[in-house]
């Protein structure tokens, strides 16, 4: 599965000031590109709501070999509700410490050099104090070797050991960290690229084992460690991607009305198989494989799917993603004369009235 890309993660966020400030003020990050909307998305990119509604794209790069934050800003809504389902990214970056100690953003540390922080509506984020792991970066067919593409396709989960070496340093910190494998064990890669500071996501599951044969076996994302004493599991695509974390949890996964969605591509013509896939294995498809079109933009197809626990998954077709998701140098501008065209914060505060909750 060496063809398919981590993307990005979707928060949904009801102040889109703060929210901005926490990004590009304390983690560092660029504004990638910002798309407004009159009504809600047919694949509910910004949650169950039908009206005006908007997505800005934020990240230490751009998006062909970075992951990235979309943050969706439902008009009218200020604040949703959190669950237990999203336990945090994790990035490398000693001058997003320094950023958020310069700004008084608050800081707590979970262990030696690692600091725990949340970005507005308390989504949370794990700073490790140094900078992003050197690393080479390139196509990602260039990724996977076939040996381990083929084991990636025939072997079945066990329940013992895991598929690859151990990425060095994974379980050391809190937060979870990792270190990349080097440029040498990585496939080959030739072009190198300024390394992503974003290391991974870590979603929480109520049965690990089960929730391993759904991402390892029907989505071929390859198992880096497995830890059953932790109930832990790291998995993804390649190498030099942003990984997956899985934390097992007692009791239920549950999503709130905060709940996000992580999204990854594929090369458009393995959409319809692997809505074919899930039908025939009896998955929750939330959206059956659609067309997207973003004004003046590439439109895309995209299929969403939930995991056992009810995360949602975004597959998106790889080509014209990869339009659509071009920098927008006039990304930030058009972020900032949004902003300042939402007047709803002063006119509910205006009526003594809170905004909506989501």
């Not at 030696?112 to 922080?117: I, K, L, R, S, Y």
Request: charged share 25%.
């Amino acid at each position: 599965m060496a063809t398919r890309r981590s993307l990005h993660f979707v928060f949904k966020v009801g102040n889109r000031f703060q929210t901005a400030c926490f990004y590009r003020d304390v983690l560092g990050m660029k504004i990638l590109r910002h798309e407004e909307f009159e009504e809600g998305c047919r694949a509910a990119c910004n949650g169950p709501y039908d009206g005006k509604w908007s997505k800005t794209m934020v990240g230490f790069g751009p998006e062909d070999d970075h992951f990235v934050a979309e943050l969706t800003y439902n008009y009218g809504i200020g604040n949703y509700k959190l669950g237990n389902d999203f336990m945090g990214i994790t990035l490398a970056s000693s001058q997003a410490v320094s950023n958020a100690r310069k700004l008084e953003w608050p800081l707590s540390e979970v262990a030696e050099g690692v600091f725990e922080t949340k970005a507005p509506g308390g989504y949370k984020f794990y700073l490790q104090n140094r900078s992003p792991p050197q690393s080479v970066r390139g196509p990602p067919t260039a990724v996977a070797s076939p040996v381990a593409e083929h084991r990636l396709r025939t072997r079945r989960l066990s329940g013992h050991g895991s598929w690859a070496q151990p990425l060095r340093g994974m379980w050391d910190l809190p937060g979870p960290g990792h270190e990349p494998a080097s440029p040498a064990s990585a496939g080959g890669l030739s072009t190198t690229a300024p390394p992503d500071p974003v290391l991974k996501v870590t979603l929480a599951v109520s049965d690990l084992q089960k929730s391993l044969n759904y991402w390892s076996n029907l989505l071929g994302m390859k198992i880096y460690e497995k830890d059953e004493k932790k109930q832990r599991a790291l998995l993804g695509y390649a190498d030099n991607q942003c990984k997956l974390e899985l934390q097992g949890i007692q009791g239920a996964v549950v999503h709130a009305t905060a709940f996000g969605r992580i999204a990854f591509s594929c090369p458009q013509k393995e959409l319809s198989d692997l809505e074919d896939l899930m039908k025939r294995e009896n998955q929750k498809i939330l959206t059956p494989l659609v067309s997207l079109d973003t004004p003046g933009k590439a439109t895309v197809q995209v299929i969403i799917l939930a995991d056992p626990d009810g995360h949602e998954i975004c597959f998106v077709g790889d080509e014209a993603f990869r339009e659509l998701s071009k920098m927008d140098p006039e990304g930030s501008k058009l972020l900032d004369d949004a902003m300042a065209k939402d007047k709803s914060d002063e006119w509910f505060a205006a009526q003594n009235k809170p905004k909506a909750s989501g």
